[in-house]
Structures are given as structure tokens and as C-alpha cells.
């Protein structure tokens, strides 16, 4: 689904991915975790295509997408789900959902019906603004847009941020949900058992590289990796 294969992204003159590769497959959930500055954000930045690589490639099915703009690689099929929500201001619940509406037409495809089943407060909440909106209920929002495009990959970049515990709960089985629908999802996480629980596999950032791959059981029983790059005892 997703090949990233040594990639070396700046901003300005500061290195920042010092050659990340990683691999999802079709239907793979892949948790990336790090202690915050580190680089997992600027690794889906460099995805979509709003920081691109200066070296390095990234594969999206079999395709270069490396320095393709952002509008391209999204109307490819990745979704993105950014870090602090990003929700429309202007715009109420249900605008934001619909602006992002595409490719709703093929077999199984989210509509505003179906991100409603999943979402039903959304519903509720259609014709007040989007800031209006409580945390949980904005993340929600956030989900929802990103799954109007009917992506085939979605990069998630910390959804459980400043969410309450049962939040994040829900946060999880909508992960789970997603993946059981067959798509594909890298995971931007801090916390490690949200991302644990819900992820095939998981890569540890630190500086800009990746220092370790291991299964989300390998991770939660190995003290010294947690210690060292997540900041867990």
C-alpha cells in the first residue's frame, strides 16, 4: 500500500527525517510512536505531500508520489486526519463533511449517511459550527471529514490528543472499525496502549530515524525500548 523508502525532509535548513523508511500493507494498521519532536508529524507532512522529501521516495501503489502537491496524492485515495483537527471555522458540521465528499459512489463507500450511523451527535449538531463543537465531538468532525473522501490509506496524526479517557476508548474502536472495513491506516499516537491495542505492527521514531519494528506484544513487554524513546517506565 504505502512504501517509504529512506526519505531526508527539511524545514528550511532543518534536517529533520534523517532516511525513515517504512512499509504498510493493504489493510495494515501501523502505529508510529516517539517522544514529541522526533519526527512523526514531518513523517505525515512528507506523505501528503505538504513537506516533501529532498531525498529519498515515497510509494503509494506502485506509484511515485513524491513531489506530487497535496490535492493529487489526497485525490489518490489518502486521507489525512491532522493533529489539532483542523476543522473549517466558517463552516457548519455538516459543510464540513460534505466539502470533502468524493468518490462516494463506489461499493461500501462513506457518505453523510453512513459517517451519521457511525457519528450519530454529528447529526444532531449538523447546523451549529464546527467550533462550536466539544473536543471529542470536533475529533469526531475530523474522522468524518477524512472518511468522506473514501480513502484507501489514512494518516492519522494523534487523535486521542486533550480527549478523555472514554474518549479515547471510542477513539480505538473506531481505529478498529476502520480497519475491519479494509483500510489501511498509519497511526501518529502518544499513547502507547491506544496505539498497542489497535495496530498490527509498530515503528519507533527518534530523531528522525526508525530505531525499531516490532509487533505491538513485542513493544509493550520490552522495558528498555519504552524507557528509552517513548519516555515509559
Given at each position: ?66 513531489h ?25 458540521v ?18 453523510l ?65 476502520l ?10 499516537e ?44
Amino acid at each position: 500500500m504505502l512504501e517509504v523508502n529512506d526519505i531526508h525532509t527539511y524545514y528550511g535548513e532543518s534536517h529533520v527525517l534523517h532516511g525513515l523508511s517504512l512499509q504498510i500493507k493493504e489493510g495494515q494498521v501501523m502505529a508510529l510512536l516517539g517522544r514529541n519532536g522526533m519526527g512523526k508529524t514531518t513523517t505525515i507532512r512528507s506523505i501528503i505531500g505538504f513537506v516533501p522529501p529532498r531525498q529519498g521516495s515515497i510509494v503509494y501503489k506502485g506509484a511515485d508520489i513524491t513531489h506530487l502537491p497535496p490535492h493529487r496524492i489526497a485525490n489518490m485515495g489518502i486521507g489525512l486526519i491532522p493533529q489539532g483537527r483542523r476543522i473549517f471555522p466558517s463552516l457548519g458540521v455538516m459543510e464540513n463533511l460534505t466539502v470533502a465528499a468524493r468518490n462516494n459512489t463506489k461499493p461500501g463507500a462513506y457518505n453523510l449517511d453512513k459517517v451519521y450511523e457511525i457519528f450519530p451527535i454529528l447529526k444532531e449538531r449538523a447546523k451549529i459550527k464546527g467550533t462550536l463543537l466539544s473536543g471529542g465531538e470536533q475529533q469526531m468532525l475530523t474522522i468524518g471529514r477524512a472518511l468522506m473522501t473514501n480513502p484507501d490509506l489514512l494518516l492519522m496524526d494523534e487523535p486521542s490528543e486533550g480527549l478523555a479517557p472514554m474518549l479515547v476508548k471510542e477513539i480505538g474502536e473506531i481505529i478498529k472499525a476502520l480497519r475491519q472495513h479494509g483500510i489501511s491506516i498509519l497511526l501518529v499516537e502518544q499513547n502507547l496502549n491506544l496505539a498497542c491495542e489497535c495496530s498490527d505492527f509498530t515503528c519507533v521514531i527518534n530523531k528522525g530515524v526508525i530505531v525499531c519494528q516490532l509487533t505491538p506484544d513485542e513493544l509493550i513487554c520490552n522495558e528498555e525500548v519504552k524507557a528509552k524513546y517513548l519516555g515509559v517506565s
